[in-house]
């Protein structure tokens, strides 16, 4: 069995937000019908003690750095964009560092979905910007982006 848990914030309120890009992603995998021997569950905890949450998962199912994948936001990758990668993730993302000392390693599946689309003129800072819900428009090219990632998988 694999363990894909997207993250995101807990509750209504952040449920449309850039930093929930994990969630979402898991949501559209549930509404398809969970693939194969992959088990997707959303992250219940706030974003930056997701480690406290994963580890729980990941002792309880008994399963090594090579079966667990976590999905999340990535303000390094455009909106539009992925990727999978094994033990690469952003340079700054709370919700994953806190996995990674949780886990007590980095080796473990990311797929790191992209979100940044802030005007370069007038750029609105990480923090904030992760906070914010998507826009209509970018909901419908993020659709498209998980549509991506489910024909890829990951392995």
Known sequence: MKLLIGLGNPGEHYARNRHS????LVKK????????????????????????????LYNFYKITPDDLCIAHDDLDIPLGQYKIQKGIGPK????????????GTKDFWRIRI???????????PGEEYVLQNFTDEELVILDKVFDAIIKDGFK
């Not at 890009?21 to 979402?24: M, T, V």
């Not at 549930?30 to 021997?37: F, I, R, T, V």
């Not at 992209?114 to 609105?124: A, F, K, L």
Request: hydrophobic fraction near 35%.
């Open 114 to 124: 992209g979100i940044d689309n802030r005007n370069s003129q007038n750029r609105i």
């Open 29 to 56: 995998m549930k509404e398809m019908g969970n693939p194969g021997d992959i088990r997707a569950m959303e992250s219940e905890s706030l974003m930056n003690d997701s480690g406290k949450f994963v580890a729980q």
């Open 92 to 103: 700054v993302h709370y919700g994953v560092n806190s996995i990674e000392e949780a886990l």
């Open 21 to 24: 890009a994990g969630k979402l």
